[in-house]
């Protein structure tokens, strides 16, 4: 089947700087892209979407950019806070199914 | 607006036996779709409810099973109960005209 950057690497960073947690996906089909937030003992949380007819869409303090040639989805997250520190998802979906195909997730650890 | 709620939050069950966990979507919500997540295999797609159809069924065996209600709650049934049945279930749910998908805590079941 289709898969979504399955690896979980961990990526830690300062308090304050900018994180950037990348993403591969394989079905070129798919045309709405999620990234979801999951803290330990949590449900994913959304954080940020987008559809493929746009490259970049920013929202508080996070910017998710698509690139269709590559097939590559990166979010941003901004000031990067402890409270950021989670296991975060991207997730793909195609017009083939109502159905989301996730990635293996990134830990991203913010050191105080 | 209360998010998606599920129960049990906590399960353990015996080799053999059945499961049911319930799924209370987001109000307004239609539609329901069911994860397992596991370290293994991560977040993987069982089915999903539109209107009390199953419209998306993922690559899980027969023992998997689901149904939803005219109020839009969903329940997934688990027969014969395996140690790799082991996993936390998703819920998630959206809006008809949306493809954004929220999801509850999950139900964490334990097979002994």
């Known amino acids: 089947g289709e898969s979504v950057g399955l690896h979980l690497p961990t990526l830690s960073v300062q308090e304050g700087d900018n994180s950037i947690i990348n993403c591969a996906y394989s079905n070129s089909a798919s045309d709405y892209f999620i990234w979801y937030k999951q803290e330990s003992g949590k449900g994913p949380q959304f954080i940020i979407d987008?559809?493929?007819?746009?490259d970049k869409r920013q929202g508080q303090r996070v910017t998710v950019l698509l690139n269709k040639t590559v097939k590559h989805l990166s979010l941003q997250i901004a000031a990067t806070q402890p409270g950021d520190s989670a296991v975060y998802f991207c997730?793909?979906?195609?017009?083939?199914?109502?159905?989301?195909?996730f990635g293996g997730g990134t830990r991203l650890m913010v050191k105080p | 607006k209360a998010g998606v709620t599920q129960t049990p939050r906590y399960l353990i069950k015996t080799r053999g036996q059945q499961v049911t966990l319930s799924c209370s979507p987001i109000s307004g919500h239609r539609s329901v779709s069911w994860y397992q997540q596991t370290p293994g295999q991560g977040l993987q797609f069982l089915f999903e409810y539109f209107s009390e159809t199953q419209r998306n069924k993922g690559n899980f065996p027969g023992r998997f099973s689901g149904r939803q209600f005219s109020n839009s709650r969903s329940e997934m049934n688990v027969s014969t109960l395996e140690l790799g049945d082991s996993a936390l279930y998703l819920c998630?749910?959206?809006?008809?005209?949306?493809?954004?998908?929220?999801f509850g805590p999950g139900t964490r079941l334990t097979v002994l």
């Open positions: 987008i559809r493929s007819n746009m």
């Open positions: 997730a793909e979906m195609s017009r083939a199914g109502n159905m989301l195909t």
């Open positions: 998630a749910s959206s809006l008809p005209s949306s493809d954004t998908q929220y």
